[in-house]
C-alpha cells in the first residue's frame, strides 16, 4: 500500500468540477482515506511549491494555487503515485491521454485541474504538509 496527496486546483473548483474528479478516482480503485476543501495563502501555496521557486512561472503558479478553494485529498492504494499520476494525465493537457482527467478538464499547462505527488519523498513531504496523523482515517 501507498498514498498520495492529491489536489483538485482552484480552476476546477471553481467549475464545480470536484464531485466529477473524485468519481474519477473512486472508480480507477483508489481510496480517500484524507480529505477537506482549503483557500491556500499565496505563502501557503509557496511553501508547498519550494521546489518549484527557482522556475520562471513559480510566481504565475503559486497566485494561481492561491485564487480560490483547493480540493486536498490523500489517496491509498497499491503503486497509488503512479496509478494517480496516469489517471492525472501529462502536465499539458495538449499532450495528456485520452480518458485522463487534464485531457477531459486542464484548461491549459497551468491550469491544469489536479495536482498528484511525483514520488514517495515527495508524497510523504506534501501528505504531511496538508494532513496531521489524526486526520488520516484509511
Ligand atoms: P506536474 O503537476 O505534472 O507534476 P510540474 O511539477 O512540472 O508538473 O509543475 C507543477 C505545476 O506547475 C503544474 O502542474 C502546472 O500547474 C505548473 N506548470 C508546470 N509547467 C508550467 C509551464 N511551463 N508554464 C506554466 N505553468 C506550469
Ligand atoms: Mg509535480
Redesign the pocket.
Known amino acids: 500500500m501507498q498514498r498520495t496527496l492529491s489536489i483538485i ?1 482552484p480552476d476546477a473548483v471553481s467549475r464545480n468540477l470536484g464531485g466529477a474528479i473524485l468519481k474519477m478516482i473512486q472508480d480507477s480503485g483508489l481510496r480517500i482515506v484524507a480529505m477537506k476543501m482549503i483557500h491556500l495563502s499565496k505563502a501557503q501555496a509557496e511553501g508547498f ?1 519550494h521546489v ?1 521557486k527557482a522556475r520562471p ?1 513559480f510566481a ?2 503559486t497566485t ?1 494555487m492561491s485564487s480560490g478553494p483547493v480540493v486536498v485529498a490523500i489517496l491509498e492504494g497499491e503503486d497509488a503515485i503512479v496509478k494517480y499520476r496516469t489517471l ?1 494525465g ?2 499539458n493537457p495538449a499532450n495528456a491521454e485520452e480518458g485522463t482527467i487534464r485531457k477531459l478538464y486542464a484548461l491549459d ?4 485541474s489536479v ?2 505527488s ?1 514520488a514517495p519523498e515527495t508524497a510523504a513531504f506534501e501528505t504531511a504538509y496538508f494532513f496531521s496523523g489524526l486526520e488520516i482515517v484509511g
Do not use: C, P, R, S
Request: charged share 30%; no cysteine; glycine share 6%.
Open positions: 486546483k511549491y518549484h512561472f504565475d503558479l494561481f492525472m501529462a502536465t499547462i497551468e491550469k491544469n495536482h498528484g511525483d
